[in-house]
Structure formats: C-alpha cells, structure tokens
C-alpha cells in the first residue's frame, strides 16, 4: 500500500447513476476504503452508454456533490473530481462539445470505452474522432478487449496515434486470472500503460485495490514507474484541466 498520495482516474462511486454506488452510505464506504489503500485524488467516471445509462448531466452534478460531501467528511486531503466512462458511439464529439458528457475533471482527457468484441477498425475510428477533435482519449481497461489483447502491435498503434491506456487495478494483481495479469505485466514491461484505475462500483465484490496494485507495480517495475503512473500521470489530466478553465 502506498504512502504517498494515489490517484484513482476509473471508479463508480457517484450514487444512484448508473450500476456503481447505490445510496450515499455505499458512496462514503467506497470512499473510505480508497482513502484507506492511500487514494487521495479520485476522478469518479459514471457510465455513459446508449439504451443502458443514459442519466442526464445535470443529475451526475447534483448527486456528484454528495460524493464532494462525503469524501470531506473522510479527510481533507481527498480531492474528488467529475468524469465519465463514454461507452464509444458515432456521436462522442458532438455530445463532449455540448456539454452533455463529461471529460475527464474538464481536461482534454476522455475516458473511452468499448465492447470487448469490438473490432480494431471501430476502435481506431472512434480513436481518431476523438484525437481529430482535440481530445485525449485513454481507453478504459484495455486489457479486457480481444482487439487489444491478440494484438500488441494494435496497442502500440493506439499509443503511437496518440492514446492513452488504462488498466484496472484488480488486472495487475491477478483477480481477474493469470493471463490477464500477465498481459497487464507485459503492457507495463513495453511502457503501454499511462493510467491505472480501480474500476470499483460496490463495497462487496468490486471494490478498490488500488494501493495493493500500486505495491505490486513498485515491487516489480520500481518506485519511479508506479509513481508515473499513478501519480503523475493523473496529475497531468488536472493539469490540463486548469489551464483549460484559466482559457
């Protein structure tokens, strides 16, 4: 577990949004266990995807100040922030530019997304949309895709476009299967990975680990490679975000 102040760019933990926390007592313990695997910077990525979440904006907002509630009665130290998990669609940019998704706590950032049988040619085309458009997207878990997964050249085509990679948390230290770990550890080895996230939704069987991976990664690829990626390079998404907001 980490001393140091962990981020954790991939969670559910706004309630009563989507399949993540249900209440706010289900927020605050979700909240705690972070803090407690040493999170202390958390941007919640309710789910946005067609015909399955589809919770206005505006409803996100109102029940995301719960989340701020909660997580200062936690700890002054927690810093939350408001982002979305965007299920790929034809319509990304427009929605994004509209105001009706949210970026990455109103960064370029862009948390994408896919199906895990989605084909490469549809991953790379919503990339691009994305990347023509002025965001930075960083696709989620991407260990869990069959595209991703056979093909590392793939993976590395996404990196060299101008993507981001995002694995879970759980995924580095084997709970979803030795193979997945392995892929994970192989990602890492080849420097395809910017971002870690816990991808908690409740308090029983998806929980974070956070501060567990980020023991893992420092054991096995050092102290300077787990902070990069969970450290610095989610302080660059807030970075991003300032000078957004200072524009």
Known sequence: ???????????????????????????????????????????????????????????????????????????????????????????????????????????????????????????????????????????AHIERYEATRSDLNFVEELDDMGACMQINADSIIGKEGFSIKRFCRKLMKYDLVQFVGSDCHNTSDRISRMGEAYSYVNKKMGEEYADYLFIENPQKILKDAKRRKER
Do not use: W
Not at 26 to 55: N, S
């Open 1 to 139: 577990m980490s001393r140091k102040g962990i981020y954790d760019v991939h969670c559910h933990i706004v309630p009563g949004v989507d399949d993540g926390a249900s209440n706010y007592e289900e927020t605050k313990k979700l909240l705690q266990m972070e803090y407690d695997q040493g999170v202390r910077g958390i941007i919640v990525t309710p789910h946005f995807r067609f015909r399955m979440f589809e919770t206005p904006i505006e409803r996100i907002k109102e029940q995301f100040v719960l989340v701020q509630r909660a997580a200062a009665e936690i700890g002054n130290d927690l810093e939350v922030y408001l982002g979305c998990e965007f299920h790929a669609n034809m319509e990304m940019p427009d929605m994004l530019r509209s105001g009706k998704v949210s970026t990455m706590a109103g960064s370029r950032y862009v948390l994408a997304e896919f199906s895990e049988s989605s084909e490469a040619s549809y991953i790379r085309e919503r990339i691009y949309a994305l990347l023509s458009n002025g965001y930075k997207p960083i696709v």
